[in-house]
């Protein structure tokens, strides 16, 4: 079948550009022709493919790369029966594209291949001969053939009127079930352990978490007091579960732990808390499951999950740096975690350590709760935002009229590694529009950065966790010299009433707050884990060369251990392909070593 000519951009109509693009792609795929498929991208553009070609989740820039990739891949998938999705929110839609806001075209498709049901999301943008061609393209294996995803909560349907039948009893001994028997072992009760729980329980995984804390939620509980999140609600809203019509736009500390708590209920979720791994768990090769021993409550249980996935959050124990002298130091010193709220620092001078979203919260906070005096030492340059102008872009992405899914749909089909390009070149409107608050901060002695390259807050939140802050009030009490700042310097050692910095300046102080971010997560686990598991194990978080989370929610490299991370967008998202996978070795149509999945050749 020859491939048919793509449409010139002339008096836009988005459906017939998207039905030409699919009849192209359509015969690419049905004659396996990897050269053809290529042809269908701008010449930089991005393939993501999350399950589909390979079992594994990756990103290619160019054609010559998304060609190599499937050369041995597109036959194997056998992608059948592609039709355009013209449901609403998903039907095609003109909009522009970056960097030069050329209107181009959104379409998403769905499609049978050799594993189960598939979905695409593309965005066609014309190329120089104004052909629409993929800027970028997203394949994702949506749910195994015979193992769809649930819709509703199973153990929860109408039973009336069907003799013998208890509801209440049949879930209770299903909890009784799991607690004996889990396949999956979720180590974390933060926000990404409970929607990897509530994932994998549609997905019919028996699932257990240990969370070490009391309850859910008192990873919250124990923060500063003027904790809020940064982000809009619909981007930080729970899998399956809406917030109320007027819940706050940014969560606030205790809101978010009563949420999370609540949310095991809703669920239906199988939690122990006071449970925690303490003795180093053991995987068994013939049998392929774990011999896990865990602390509940005082008491030692023993478990045989055939999978550990460790959601204990992105970042790992609170980092310190080790400074000389701290014995002399009389006041108290502590991480950013242990920070209780300012009340009890008023009339002190308090010296807080780092310059990221933690720090500036603190520095506020002690400022407003009356302190003598702030001093925020800022070690090397930070992106700073204005809270307002990041969410403008979280509002457009995460609308509060579009459902969720679908936004997770289109966001998760934009390549880490082009947007990070994207707003490299875009970077002079984020330096434009935020200039009014960098003059302030400026004014206080703040040196401030887009990134090493200019790839902003959201790359440097995936690639580092850290080195930025979205303001909301903080740059006015720099401006206004109620907090003040020292930067490039380190804290060289402590004295009795201070801190001496690394240019031989010294700091009075009463307390000292380190926010120096926290352990990677892949080191913080390597104690209870082990050397032998760890030294097999990739690197955990941060983007690798093709803009993907490095070993989360693909395999790590040591078989039956996973990780997940990332924030609420990427924990929703990225579960279903995590459970995908768990879901496809549980019922042997995939085997698993703990080794990535590669294309022959590679």
């Not at 909560?153 to 079930?177: C, H």
Request: aromatic share 10%; net charge negative; with cysteine.
């Amino acid at each position: 079948m020859p491939i048919p000519t793509l449409r010139p951009t002339m008096n836009l109509d988005p459906h017939l550009v998207s039905v030409d693009w699919l009849a192209a792609f359509s015969a690419a795929v049905e004659t396996a022709d990897c050269e053809a498929f290529a042809r269908l991208f701008l010449l930089d553009g991005w393939l993501r493919d999350i399950l589909v070609f390979t079992w594994d989740i990756r990103s290619l820039e160019g054609r010559e790369k998304i060609s190599f990739y499937l050369s041995s891949t597109l036959a194997p998938s056998t992608i059948t029966d592609i039709k355009l999705d013209e449901r609403p929110f998903l039907a095609p839609r003109p909009r522009p594209m970056s960097p030069d806001q050329t209107m181009g075209v959104e379409v998403a498709f769905t499609f049978e291949c050799a594993n189960g049901h598939g979905r695409g999301h593309a965005r066609l943008k014309p190329d120089e001969d104004g052909r629409y061609k993929a800027m970028a393209l997203m394949t994702e294996l949506s749910d195994l053939r015979g193992y769809e995803e649930l819709g509703t909560l199973p153990l929860r349907d109408d039973l009336t009127g069907i003799p013998g039948r208890d509801m209440q009893r049949e879930f209770n001994d299903w909890v009784t079930q799991v607690e004996d028997k889990p396949y999956a072992l979720i180590v974390g009760g933060g926000q990404t352990a409970l929607q990897l729980a509530a994932r994998f329980k549609q997905m019919d995984i028996p699932a257990l978490v240990v969370e070490r804390h009391a309850r859910i939620g008192d990873s919250w509980r124990k923060r500063y007091p003027s904790l809020t999140l940064h982000t809009v609600r619909k981007h930080h809203t729970l899998l399956y579960q809406p917030y109320p019509s007027n819940w706050p736009e940014f969560t606030p500390r205790d809101k978010m732990a009563d949420w999370l708590e609540q949310y095991v209920t809703t669920q239906d979720l199988v939690v122990w808390t006071n449970a925690e791994l303490k003795v180093k768990p053991e995987y068994d090769p013939e049998t392929k499951d774990w011999d896990v021993t865990i602390l509940r409550e005082g008491f030692i249980v023993k478990l045989r999950p055939s999978h550990i996935v460790l959601a204990t959050g992105t970042l790992g124990e609170p980092y310190i740096p080790i400074v000389p002298d701290v014995e002399r130091f009389q006041g108290p010193i502590m991480h950013s975690l242990q920070y209780g709220g300012g009340a009890p620092y008023a009339g002190k001078k308090v010296v807080v350590v780092g310059a990221g979203n933690s720090s500036i919260d603190i520095c506020q906070d002690l400022a407003l709760n009356g302190a003598a005096s702030v001093t925020m030492v800022q070690r090397s340059s930070t992106c700073v935002l204005t809270r307002e102008y990041v969410c403008q872009f979280l509002r457009a992405a995460f609308p509060e009229d579009v459902p969720l899914p679908v936004s997770d749909f289109k966001w998760g089909a934009l390549p880490v590694g082009l947007l990070r390009k994207l707003t490299i070149a875009d970077q002079q409107l984020a330096w434009d529009a935020n200039k009014e608050l960098h003059e302030k901060l400026r004014k206080g002695g703040i040196e401030l950065t887009m990134g090493p390259e200019g790839q902003g807050i959201y790359i440097l939140s995936l690639e580092r966790s850290g080195g930025y802050w979205l303001d909301k009030g903080g740059a006015d009490l720099i401006a206004d010299g109620r907090i003040k700042v020292r930067s490039g310097v380190y804290p060289e050692k402590f004295t009795e009433e201070g801190v001496v910095l690394s240019d031989g300046s010294e700091l009075p102080a009463d307390a000292v707050v380190f926010a120096t971010g926290y352990v990677r997560m892949r080191e913080a686990n390597a104690e209870i884990l082990g050397s032998d598991v760890m030294d097999q194990v990739d690197q955990v978080y941060g983007l690798d060369d093709e803009g993907e989370l490095n070993g989360s929610y693909r395999p790590s490299g040591y078989p039956g251990l996973w990780f997940a991370t990332g924030d609420f967008f990427v924990s929703r998202f990225m579960s279903k392909p995590l459970a995908i996978q768990i879901k496809a070795i549980q019922v042997g149509l995939l085997e698993h070593d703990g080794r990535r999945a590669r294309p022959k050749g590679k």
